[in-house]
């Protein structure tokens, strides 16, 4: 397989003050080197409770998975938690951009209704409104990566500080129970049904979903070095992870990301481009 220079493809941690509302910005080219083959043109994506979206500066992407998905020309898409792998094609070159929102800060900053737009994605304009889709077109306009993310932060900055809940001092160093304190703490009183359903109302996803994927990134991270040395025992990651045992991991891995741990790792040490979220990721 081919590989691109790991310049080309970045994971930016965003300001402080956005800290708690951005996961991370990713952005990717294939315009200076492109990839020549064609499996390496694949862009595999795990489960995620996440919202994101993604500009497409030059070039476009095909869903591949889950199949029967029209093709599109939209240049800014909206896409809301997934809870199923999913893979796309660039028939050839492309430029992008990449926000991943937490899915309650999501919910804060436009007001969307998170659990209608798990397993769906569509343009930007369309599903946030005018002022989103006004934004876009500038950024697209934006002559660099640079001035890309100064449009999207000079948009964001000022709707998120109106719209943060928990004030300056909410962090995002473990959103999940974060977002489970903001809702205990306005619900006093109601029944923890009640409690959990504002949970799904702003994250699209179940606490117990929510902790799961938690549970399983937070496994992959804690045994990156192993797994990347070759010396990974998976039954001592899941005793780390709080599973009950390798194979409660092994069907949590193939959920989330259609993989079992083995050929994760497998995978990230053949270094396949098509693979190029998980690398960066971790």
């Excluded at 910005?25 to 043109?41: G, K, M, N, W």
């Excluded at 500080?161 to 703490?185: I, N």
């Excluded at 009183?189 to 994250?203: D, L, M, N, W, Y």
Aim: hydrophobic content about 45%.
């Amino acid at each position: 397989m081919s590989n691109t220079e790991p310049s080309l493809t970045r994971l930016i941690v965003p300001p402080f003050a956005l800290a708690s509302c951005v996961r991370a910005y990713i952005t990717r080219s294939t315009v200076e080197q492109p990839l020549t083959d064609p499996a390496d043109r694949f862009n595999h994506f795990p489960a995620t409770p996440h919202c994101s979206i993604t500009w497409f500066i030059e070039g476009e992407a095909e869903v591949v998975q889950p199949p029967g998905i029209p093709k599109t020309e939209v240049r800014a898409v909206f896409v809301g938690p997934q809870t199923r792998p999913m893979a796309t094609y660039n028939p050839g070159p492309v430029r992008i951009l990449m926000v991943m929102f937490y899915p309650q800060a999501m919910h804060a900053l436009s007001g969307i209704d998170v659990p209608a737009w798990v397993n769906r994605w569509d343009d930007v304009g369309q599903v946030l409104g005018p002022e989103w889709g006004a934004m876009s077109e500038a950024l697209l306009a934006a002559a660099d990566d640079a001035a890309r993310l100064a449009v999207l932060e000079a948009f964001l900055a000022p709707r998120w500080q109106a719209a943060r809940p928990g004030g300056p001092a909410a962090t995002a160093s473990d959103w999940v129970r974060h977002l489970a304190w903001q809702v205990a703490d306005t619900a006093l009183g109601r029944g923890v049904r009640s409690i959990e359903r504002h949970i799904k109302a702003r994250a699209g996803q179940p606490m117990r979903k929510l902790l799961r994927l938690q549970r399983a990134e937070q496994s992959f991270f804690d045994a990156r070095d192993e797994f990347l040395a070759g010396r990974v025992v998976w039954s001592d990651v899941a005793a780390r992870g709080g599973y009950s045992d390798q194979a409660h991991l092994c069907r949590e891995a193939r959920e989330i990301t259609g993989h079992s741990p083995h050929e994760l790792a497998r995978i990230m040490k053949s270094e396949d481009e098509s693979y190029w979220i998980y690398r960066i990721w971790t």
